[in-house]
């Protein structure tokens, strides 16, 4: 139960991380470094939680007998595998000052864009998979 809880949490750290972010973006050439800093704790939370997603919850959801469980675990990693490599690559495009700074004119849109996805994938996770993945973490 407790890596269920971890994985909960880490919605809850994501949500905030990216919040503040866009806080910031309303000054971007000001706040880039605390931008490409919080792009990196983003990053350092999401590739943790994707762990002990593949590592405890896949596994769990897909060595029980139903089959909307397996099923739904196979959905959500192939959905993870998409959006997995957009995210290294808009990591990649945002982790350092001069990295914002030299996409000052996309940075906002952009980053907005990512947390949106981030955004619509964890909400997802929240009112579908989680509340149905709960019965097999314990």
Avoid: W
Wanted: without cysteine; charged residues 35%.
């Amino acid at each position: 139960m407790r890596k269920f809880e971890q994985m909960k949490d880490a919605h809850r750290s994501l949500y905030t991380i990216m919040d503040e972010t866009e806080l910031l973006l309303d000054n971007l050439e000001a706040n880039s470094s605390l931008i490409a800093k919080n792009i990196s704790r983003l990053t350092g939370v999401l590739k943790i939680h994707l762990t002990n997603e593949d590592k405890f919850l896949y596994p769990a959801m897909k060595d029980t007998v139903d089959s909307k469980l397996k099923k739904l675990a196979t959905q959500y990693e192939i959905e993870m595998g998409k959006l997995g490599p957009e995210f290294l690559s808009f990591k990649d495009k945002y982790n350092t000052t001069s990295r914002v700074m030299s996409h000052s004119d996309t940075a906002k849109s952009e980053i907005k864009r990512m947390f949106k996805k981030v955004r619509v994938r964890m909400d997802k996770e929240d009112h579908e998979l989680y509340p149905l993945a709960e019965s097999v973490m314990k």
